[in-house]
C-alpha cells in the first residue's frame, strides 16, 4: 500500500508526513517545480558530476552547434504509457492480513477498523491469469510487486504457511512464466508491515510507527544500512528465480533519507542482481512533468555512469484502494470514450502516463469492480491513442531516460552521426536536419533503416523524411536499437 492508498480524496492536502496511514503520507506527492529541479536532492550527491541532474539540459547538447541538430524525441514518438501493481504477491491478499497489523501500530485510526476477517485471505492464480490474459490482448506493460514476505505470513523462497508447497511453487512459476515479461518485478521491502531485524529475520519486537515499514526508518539511516535491507528483499526474489532490476518502497518507506534511498537502490540493486541501471518506484506526480528523474548521476561522461533512475506514477489508485474496500471510480483514469481524465491530460500533453493501481483493490475482495474499470480504461486509451502512444516497463522507460540524457553526439556530418552511448536503448528516436538527398541510411556494421511514410509507423529501424506539423524544418527522424559504446549511423 504506497501512493494514495487510504485516501478517497486525492487532492486533500498531505496528512503527517511521518506515519503509515493516512491519504497522503505513503508516497510523497511531488511537484518538480522549476525551482526543486535544482534542488540537491535531484541532483548527485558528489558533486560536480550532476549533468543529468533532471531538468537540466541533456550532457549531449553541451557539445555545442552539432547537437543542437539534434533531438531525442519520445520513443516511436511514442507516449510512454505504464500500469504500477502495489501490494501483489504470491496468492497472499495483503489487504486481509495487513489491516490487523497497521490497526495494531495505529490504535488511534479508525482507517484500520475494517471487517478484514471476512475479506478472502487469497488473491488467487485464476485471476491472475485473466488479468494477465487481458494485459496480452491489450499490450498492457508495467511493474508488479512481490512481497518476499507478505505481511509476515510466509518466505515466498520457502513456505507459506496456509498453502501447499506446490500451490507457491505454482504461483511463483505464473509470475515467471506469464508476468516477468509484461511487468518489471518489484520487491516491496520485506514485509510491507512489520521492520525485520536482518540479524535474526525476526520482527522487531516493539510494534510501532517506528518498527513498520511504510514509516521505516524514522531516523537516518546511512546509505549501507539501507542497501542492505532492500538487499535482504531482493535475495528472496533471486531465491525463486525472478529477475528484478528495481524496487518499489512501501509508502512512506525512506521518506527521511530519500537521498540516502536512491544511492541504496542502485548498491542493493546492482549487489544483488548486477543490474547496469537500477531503478525505483516511490513517488506520485501530482503536476504535469511526470519524466523519469536520474539521481545521482555519477561519472556521467564515461562509458559507465552509475546512475539510479526514478520512475514516478502519475495518477492516484483509483481502482478500488490498497485494501479493495472502496469503491473503483475509473473514470478518473479516463472516461469511456477517452475524453477526459488524467491520463488523457497527460497524454494530450504527451507526458508519461503511469497508472496506479494496489492489487487488492483490482480484486475488490472477489468483486472486482477495479479490474472491470481496468479494463474499460485500457481499451479507451488503447482505442483512441493506439497510434500514438505505447505501454513500456518502468526499467524501459528509465532506460531510454538514461539514453536520452547521457547518449554523446560525438560528430555531425553531411553524411553520419556518431553517437557514444553509454546504455544501450532500443527505439532510440531523433530528429536530425533533413539531408538534401536520401538514398539509404542504416547502422555501420548493422541494421539497415526502413522508410516510413507516416510517423505512426516508426519502429526500430526504420527512418521518416518531411516536416511536422509543429516542426520549423524538414526533419530526418529516426529510429533504431541503440547499441551501448560507439556507434555511427549513415547515409547517403
Ligand atoms: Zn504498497
Given at each position: 500500500?504506497?501512493?494514495?492508498?487510504?485516501?478517497?480524496?486525492?487532492?486533500?492536502?498531505?496528512?503527517?508526513?511521518?506515519?503509515?496511514?493516512?491519504?497522503?503520507?505513503?508516497?510523497?506527492?511531488?511537484?518538480?517545480?522549476?525551482?526543486?529541479?535544482?534542488?540537491?536532492?535531484?541532483?548527485?550527491?558528489?558533486?560536480?558530476?550532476?549533468?543529468?541532474?533532471?531538468?537540466?539540459?541533456?550532457?549531449?547538447?553541451?557539445?555545442?552547434?552539432?547537437?543542437?541538430?539534434?533531438?531525442?524525441?519520445?520513443?516511436?514518438?511514442?507516449?510512454?504509457?505504464?500500469?504500477?501493481?502495489?501490494?501483489?504477491?504470491?496468492?497472499?491478499?495483503?489487504?486481509?492480513?495487513?489491516?490487523?497489523?497497521?490497526?495494531?501500530?495505529?490504535?488511534?485510526?479508525?482507517?484500520?477498523?475494517?471487517?478484514?476477517?471476512?475479506?478472502?485471505?487469497?488473491?488467487?492464480?485464476?485471476?491472475?491469469?485473466?488479468?494477465?490474459?487481458?494485459?496480452?490482448?491489450?499490450?498492457?506493460?508495467?511493474?508488479?510487486?512481490?512481497?518476499?514476505?507478505?505481511?509476515?505470513?510466509?518466505?515466498?523462497?520457502?513456505?507459506?504457511?496456509?498453502?501447499?508447497?506446490?500451490?507457491?511453487?505454482?504461483?511463483?512459476?505464473?509470475?515467471?512464466?506469464?508476468?516477468?515479461?509484461?511487468?518489471?518485478?518489484?520487491?516491496?521491502?520485506?514485509?510491507?508491515?512489520?521492520?525485520?531485524?536482518?540479524k535474526t529475520g525476526r520482527p522487531l519486537e516493539e510494534i510501532s510507527a517506528a518498527t513498520m515499514e511504510n514509516s521505516y526508518p524514522r531516523n537516518k539511516l546511512s546509505v549501507d544500512e539501507l542497501a542492505a535491507y532492500l538487499a535482504y528483499a531482493l535475495r528472496v526474489l533471486r531465491n525463486c528465480d525472478l529477475p528484478c532490476e528495481g524496487v518499489t518502497t512501501p509508502g512512506g518507506f525512506g521518506n527521511m533519507v530519500k537521498s540516502e534511498l536512491a544511492l541504496a537502490v542502485f548498491e542493493a540493486v546492482?549487489?544483488?542482481?548486477?543490474?547496469?541501471?537500477?531503478?525505483?518506484?516511490?513517488?506520485?506526480?501530482?503536476?504535469?512533468?511526470?519524466?523519469?528523474?536520474?539521481?545521482?548521476?555519477?561519472?556521467?561522461?564515461?562509458?559507465?555512469?552509475?546512475?539510479?533512475?526514478?520512475?514516478?506514477?502519475?495518477?492516484?489508485?483509483?481502482?478500488?484502494?490498497?485494501?479493495?474496500?472502496?469503491?473503483?471510480?475509473?473514470?478518473?483514469?479516463?472516461?469511456?470514450?477517452?475524453?477526459?481524465?488524467?491520463?488523457?491530460?497527460?497524454?494530450?500533453?504527451?507526458?508519461?502516463?503511469?497508472?496506479?493501481?494496489?492489487?487488492?483493490?483490482?480484486?475488490?475482495?472477489?468483486?472486482?469492480?477495479?479490474?472491470?474499470?481496468?479494463?474499460?480504461?485500457?481499451?479507451?486509451?488503447?482505442?483512441?491513442?493506439?497510434?500514438?502512444?505505447?505501454?513500456?516497463?518502468?526499467?524501459?522507460?528509465?532506460?531510454?531516460?538514461?539514453?536520452?540524457?547521457?547518449?554523446?553526439?560525438?560528430?555531425?556530418?553531411?553524411?553520419?552521426?556518431?553517437?557514444?552511448?553509454?546504455?544501450?536503448?532500443?527505439?532510440?528516436?531523433?530528429?536530425?536536419?533533413?539531408?538534401?538527398?536520401?538514398?539509404?541510411?542504416?547502422?555501420?556494421?548493422?541494421?539497415?533503416?526502413?522508410?516510413?511514410?507516416?510517423?505512426?509507423?516508426?519502429?526500430?529501424?526504420?527512418?521518416?523524411?518531411?516536416?511536422?506539423?509543429?516542426?520549423?524544418?524538414?526533419?530526418?527522424?529516426?529510429?533504431?536499437?541503440?547499441?551501448?559504446?560507439?556507434?555511427?549511423?549513415?547515409?547517403?
Amino acid at each position: 500500500m504506497t501512493g494514495i492508498s487510504h485516501s478517497k480524496a486525492p487532492a486533500s492536502p498531505p496528512a503527517q508526513a511521518s506515519h503509515a496511514g493516512g491519504a497522503r503520507d505513503r508516497r510523497h506527492f511531488l511537484r518538480w517545480t522549476a525551482a526543486a529541479l535544482a534542488a540537491p536532492t535531484l541532483a548527485s550527491l558528489d558533486g560536480g558530476a550532476c549533468g543529468a541532474a533532471f531538468g537540466q539540459a541533456p550532457v549531449y547538447r553541451r557539445e555545442g552547434a552539432i547537437a543542437k541538430a539534434v533531438e531525442v524525441l519520445l520513443p516511436r514518438l511514442r507516449v510512454p504509457l505504464s500500469f504500477v501493481i502495489d501490494d501483489s504477491t504470491c496468492l497472499v491478499n495483503m489487504g486481509h492480513y495487513c489491516m490487523p497489523q497497521f490497526a495494531t501500530a495505529w490504535p488511534e485510526r479508525d482507517i484500520y477498523r475494517k471487517p478484514w476477517k471476512s475479506w478472502p485471505r487469497e488473491i488467487p492464480d485464476s485471476f491472475v491469469r485473466e488479468f494477465i490474459d487481458f494485459c496480452d490482448a491489450e499490450d498492457v506493460k508495467g511493474k508488479y510487486s512481490i512481497v518476499p514476505y507478505p505481511a509476515c505470513v510466509g518466505w515466498v523462497d520457502r513456505e507459506l504457511p496456509g498453502w501447499s508447497r506446490r500451490e507457491l511453487q505454482a504461483s511463483l512459476k505464473l509470475v515467471r512464466d506469464r508476468v516477468v515479461p509484461r511487468f518489471d518485478i518489484h520487491p516491496e521491502m520485506i514485509t510491507h508491515t512489520r521492520v525485520i531485524d536482518l540479524k535474526t529475520g525476526r520482527p522487531l519486537e516493539e510494534i510501532s510507527a517506528a518498527t513498520m515499514e511504510n514509516s521505516y526508518p524514522r531516523n537516518k539511516l546511512s546509505v549501507d544500512e539501507l542497501a542492505a535491507y532492500l538487499a535482504y528483499a531482493l535475495r528472496v526474489l533471486r531465491n525463486c528465480d525472478l529477475p528484478c532490476e528495481g524496487v518499489t518502497t512501501p509508502g512512506g518507506f525512506g521518506n527521511m533519507v530519500k537521498s540516502e534511498l536512491a544511492l541504496a537502490v542502485f548498491e542493493a540493486v546492482r549487489d544483488v542482481y548486477g543490474a547496469e541501471l537500477p531503478h525505483y518506484f516511490k513517488y506520485v506526480e501530482e503536476g504535469l512533468d511526470t519524466r523519469v528523474r536520474l539521481e545521482h548521476v555519477r561519472e556521467p561522461l564515461s562509458n559507465a555512469p552509475r546512475v539510479t533512475a526514478n520512475v514516478p506514477a502519475a495518477t492516484g489508485d483509483w481502482f478500488g484502494g490498497w485494501d479493495g474496500d472502496r469503491e473503483s471510480e475509473g473514470e478518473r483514469y479516463a472516461s469511456d470514450d477517452a475524453s477526459s481524465g488524467r491520463m488523457v491530460e497527460l497524454i494530450e500533453r504527451r507526458q508519461p502516463a503511469v497508472m496506479l493501481c494496489h492489487w487488492p483493490g483490482m480484486y475488490g475482495h472477489g468483486g472486482r469492480q477495479g479490474f472491470e474499470d481496468f479494463r474499460r480504461v485500457v481499451r479507451a486509451l488503447n482505442r483512441k491513442y493506439a497510434d500514438t502512444t505505447q505501454w513500456m516497463k518502468l526499467s524501459e522507460m528509465g532506460r531510454y531516460a538514461a539514453a536520452r540524457e547521457l547518449t554523446r553526439v560525438a560528430e555531425l556530418t553531411d553524411s553520419s552521426l556518431s553517437l557514444e552511448a553509454p546504455f544501450a536503448c532500443p527505439q532510440f528516436t531523433l530528429a536530425l536536419p533533413a539531408p538534401a538527398t536520401l538514398e539509404s541510411i542504416g547502422l555501420r556494421g548493422g541494421a539497415q533503416l526502413e522508410r516510413v511514410d507516416e510517423l505512426r509507423q516508426l519502429k526500430a529501424n526504420a527512418y521518416w523524411l518531411g516536416q511536422r506539423p509543429d516542426a520549423s524544418r524538414r526533419e530526418l527522424i529516426v529510429c533504431f536499437d541503440l547499441p551501448k559504446g560507439d556507434s555511427r549511423l549513415e547515409w547517403k
